[in-house]
């Protein structure tokens, strides 16, 4: 039995009760300090006492050298369990194996993740698993993000993920979402243990190396044992890493020349395979006996030999190694690697790239033919790392150039915001074509400031769209003004601005009903050409065109003009092909345009379940803005709900973060929410100070095509506080804009607004014009329609003719979960003299939107892991929820599900 670690009782308790909790239940845990605290001898303790208490351990130490090669952490954390892939569902399967090149084609990397959590679920039938990754710093970004996506994942699967970090770096795991234990230095009385156990040492010896460690164990053992007097003022404090590094080197220095290159190679290469190793070894030291030699550096403490696997008895050491090797010395050792290695393309172009000095360009062409399979496997890090080194070795300077912009696009593209202004730096604009010229404008205007422009720059972005057109960049100019036509969306873009842009966008040559084409001018002029978009868009039929991308284009534009039905078919192909195809950040975006159709539509119940989704994929994208769009959006559903509590969240969640971006007219959503919530509830006066903030040009959160949103609350609550004449004004202006887009929420709107404003007979008129079909897309306002006619007769003294508008109006609203509406209109039916029934909420409402989800999935028949592969879950997490999900509903089967959730109630639909 291993000696117990000094002075990390309390750590060492809190990782045994990680590992008690995953016998049942997910558990994940991300351990951080500093180099040498000893973050792997935790993982040591649970490793050991996890193969004790009969757990399977999974464990990989991340490489430095291996970041660039896409799911090569992965591969060797699962390679063990590789072969039951053949248990896991086609798509499953081939995800997985296509990541690790042993199939085709390159599947999306949140499908290969998924994938990973079936196959770790699959395991941990038999047994608990425990994952365990050490370095996950430089774990590869594929890799680590889909650990990240599994570690989500796992909270009802007896599986733990305990990983290790370093300080002062970022990974995947540590962005704020999983536990962590930080791992400080050890207390002055356990320091001087540790080093009592090192060895002996003088007096004054003992007191510089404890000063010096500062409590770290690692520099406690490797500074006594290479301590020279000269030591203590060489070294100043705070400089851990570089201190424990020099006295690795010191050790290294002391190994023959020959032994100090093989352990160089094992500091070189990207895996811990001995094989691999000792050929290259062979070839750089020019020795056949490359065996002895790695055994030489094992028994000097260097290296540690474990089977077929090689490795340096730390990190630090492989760093000081590496560090410590001349640049001539490293670069041989590539070489030898990459010579080795002619079957792995990936590694060996990477070995070849780390072993040349100067412009190469059959090098720098391999390296983009890597960042190309990188790209297809989801890895758009490495991707970017392979571009930028190919401009490096570019022989001209318009394929550096080219390679650059290339790099800093792919990088901007990937929300790799970081990297991309780094490589903007980079670009010399005097070597780049005309083209590429043009896309290096673009990336400066779009990314240079990352600050909300609004349209300020709409017009000169538009020119350099225009321009790559002209140079043959018709379908990159397209998707630029894609992009410039949200802005005038979201910006309150004046008419010259925006028709413009849509001039532009026609002069570029598309097919009048090209999807690119028909969501610029549905985004950029939604009144004036509103009408001829959606004509358009309703001769289209959804997902029979080329991509899912075109659905989502055409359904986004739809919601754009007010076709929200129109919106509804196209939103729901591009959400479901998205989703079979694992294209997350998609997904995500589809989702959100989703919420909002469905929000319109009275699916709430649907909305709320892909609220919940939307919050979870932007986790997992690391897609925040689209992430706080969807809370903004679900704050509309929650409040319509009844929901003021979790209204007020999400507004508040989504205003901390648009407001430092300067971004004030995306949180027009979120007073139209508050809008209704006051409305819901009688509070007008409240209700019209948030909705004329939308209302008002002069607002910082007014929003020309929003507004219109919240029209009949605008009215409804002018008229509660004896505004007439601004009631009056609304829906003069409803008018006019309906006239000239035919927006179908402008007609739906008009319909309810109508006859509140009108007086007489006149009013009545126009009620009964509401009831003849034309709100029957539009439920919400289709129960507010009858609520106000059955409220407008009974105070007329028609209680009997109001009773049956009251009684659907309250039967909607109840179908909807609209609470406060059923309140509003039972209410009504009291004061008409009917006894009310108390609403029946129904045991649905007792399920939270992602279990209501799975019900509904369940319910119309899908499997468990039909259902996992819908929602990206593992199968036994479907089982853990449906095992939750009976109990609320008072059933004991599935076949019981679709009675107990309402049957085909409006607004439960399954997403």
């Known amino acids: 039995m291993p000696p117990a670690l000094v002075g990390r009782d309390d750590e060492v308790a809190v990782l045994r009760a990680l590992l008690g909790r995953s016998a049942d239940h997910g558990a994940v845990l991300l351990v951080r300090g500093e180099p040498g605290v000893g973050k792997s001898s935790l993982l040591d303790v649970v490793a050991r006492e996890a193969v004790q208490a009969g757990r399977q351990v999974l464990r990989v130490t991340g490489v430095e050298s291996e970041a660039q090669v896409p799911w090569s952490g992965l591969h060797r954390l699962l390679g063990s369990v590789l072969p039951l892939a053949d248990r896991l569902p086609e798509p499953q399967r081939a995800a997985l194996l296509s990541a690790f090149g042993l ?29 365990l990754v050490d370095d996950v710093q430089w774990i590869d970004p594929a890799s680590a993000c889909a650990l990240a996506f599994l570690a989500r994942r796992i909270q009802d699967e007896p599986v733990a993920v305990v990983a290790a970090q370093r300080d002062g770096v970022d990974s995947a795991l540590s962005d704020g979402t999983f536990p962590e234990l930080v791992v400080g230095p050890l207390d002055d009385t356990h320091a ?4 009592e156990r090192a ?32 030591d203590a003022g060489l070294v100043a404090p705070g400089a851990m890493t570089s201190r424990l590094e020099r006295a690795f ?32 070894t062979e070839l750089v030291a020019g020795d056949s006996h490359a065996e002895d030699l790695l055994a030489e550096a094992v028994d000097a403490g ?61 090098v720098a062409d391999d390296l983009e033919a890597a960042a190309d399979r990188a790209i297809e496997q989801g890895a758009t890090r490495a991707a970017v790392a392979a571009l930028a080194r190919a401009a490096e070795l570019s022989g001209t300077a318009l394929e550096r150039g080219r390679r650059l912009v290339g790099a800093a696009e792919l990088a901007f593209d990937s929300g790799l915001y970081q990297e991309g202004t780094a490589l903007l730096v980079r670009v010399d604009a005097a070597d780049l074509s005309e083209e590429h010229r043009l896309r290096l404008s673009w990336l400066h205007e779009v990314f240079g400031d990352r600050a909300w422009s609004g349209a300020a720059k709409v017009p000169a972005l538009g020119d350099v769209a ?19 036509a949200l ?35 549905g985004y950029a002029a939604p009144v004036e050409r509103g009408r001829a978009v959606g004509q358009r868009i309703a001769a289209l039929t959804p997902g029979v065109l080329g991509d899912a991308i075109d659905d989502l284009d055409l359904g986004a534009a739809a919601t754009g003009i007010g076709a929200f039905p129109l919106a509804a078919p196209l939103l729901d192909s591009a959400v479901s092909r998205f989703r079979s195809r694992g294209e997350m950040p998609l997904l995500l975006q589809a989702l959100v345009s989703r919420m909002l159709t469905d929000h319109h539509l009275g699916r709430w119940q649907a909305a709320r379940a892909a609220g919940d989704e939307v919050q979870r994929l932007a986790v997992d994208t690391g897609e925040r803005l689209w992430g706080m769009a969807g809370a903004a959006t679900e704050a509309l559903v929650a409040a319509a709900q009844g929901d003021d509590e979790g209204a007020d969240y999400l507004g508040r969640t989504a205003e901390a973060f648009f407001l430092p971006l300067g971004a004030h007219t995306f949180l027009a959503p979120v007073e139209l929410a508050r809008t209704l919530s006051a409305v819901a509830h009688g509070r007008h006066e409240q209700a019209l100070h948030h909705v004329r903030r939308v209302f008002d040009p002069a607002s910082p959160v007014h929003h020309a095509n929003a507004r219109h949103w919240g029209s009949v609350d605008h009215v409804v609550s002018a008229l ?49 014009d509401g009831l003849r079909g034309g709100l029957v897309p539009w439920p919400f306002l289709h129960a507010r329609h009858l609520l106000a006619y059955g409220t407008w007769l009974r105070r007329r003294r028609r209680s009997r003719d109001s009773r049956p508008h009251l009684r659907s109006a309250r039967d909607m609203f109840d179908a909807l979960g609209a609470a406060p509406w059923v309140d509003q209109a039972n209410r009504e039916l009291r004061a008409s003299g009917e006894t009310v029934r108390e609403p029946d909420r129904g045991a649905g409402d007792l399920l939270s939107p992602q279990e209501r989800q799975i019900a509904q999935l369940a319910a119309s028949g899908l499997t468990n892991r039909e259902i996992g592969q819908h929602l990206y879950l593992s199968h036994r997490t479907v089982g853990s929820h449906l095992y939750r999900i009976f109990p609320k509903l008072g059933i004991t089967s599935r076949a019981q599900l679709v009675s107990a959730l309402g049957g085909s109630r409006p607004g439960t639909g399954a997403t």
């Open 103 to 131: 199939a085709a084609p390159a599947a999306p990397p949140y499908l290969v993740g998924y994938a990973a959590l079936e196959l770790v679920a699959d395991r941990a039938a038999d047994a608990p698993v425990v994952l």
């Open 192 to 195: 001087a243990e540790v080093l």
């Open 199 to 230: 060895g002996a040492l003088s007096a004054g010896a003992r007191r510089e190396v404890l000063r010096l460690a500062e409590g770290n164990p690692l520099a406690l053992v490797e500074l006594s044992r290479s301590w020279t007097p000269t």
């Open 249 to 280: 080197a010191r050790r290294l220095e002391d190994l023959r020349d020959d032994v100090r290159l093989a352990a160089l190679v094992v500091a070189a290469d990207d895996t811990d395979s001995l094989v691999e190793v000792v050929r290259a």
């Open 302 to 362: 260097v290296l540690v030999v474990e089977g077929s696997a090689v490795r340096f008895r730390h990190p630090l050491v492989r760093s000081a190694c590496y560090q410590g090797a001349t640049p001539s010395e490293r670069r041989a050792a590539h070489a030898a690697l990459a010579e080795v290695l002619v079957a792995s393309t990936g590694r060996r172009t990477w070995h070849l790239a780390a072993s040349t000095v100067g412009p190469a360009d059959d």
């Open 466 to 484: 225009s321009r790559l057109a002209a140079e043959g960049e018709r379908e990159h100019a397209l998707k630029m003004m894609v992009s410039l």
């Open 487 to 521: 802005r005038c969306w979201w910006s309150n873009a004046d008419a010259t601005t925006r028709l413009g842009l849509v001039e532009a966008a026609e002069g570029v040559g598309a097919a009048p009903d090209d999807p690119t084409l028909l969501a610029i001018v």
């Open 720 to 768: 509660a506080l004896d505004q007439r004449a601004e009631a009056g004004q609304v829906v003069e202006e409803l008018e006019s804009v309906w006239e000239a887009s035919r927006s179908p929420l402008l007609g739906a709107s008009l319909l309810v607004a109508r006859p509140l404003v009108a007086t007489g007979s006149r009013a009545e008129v126009l009620f009964v």
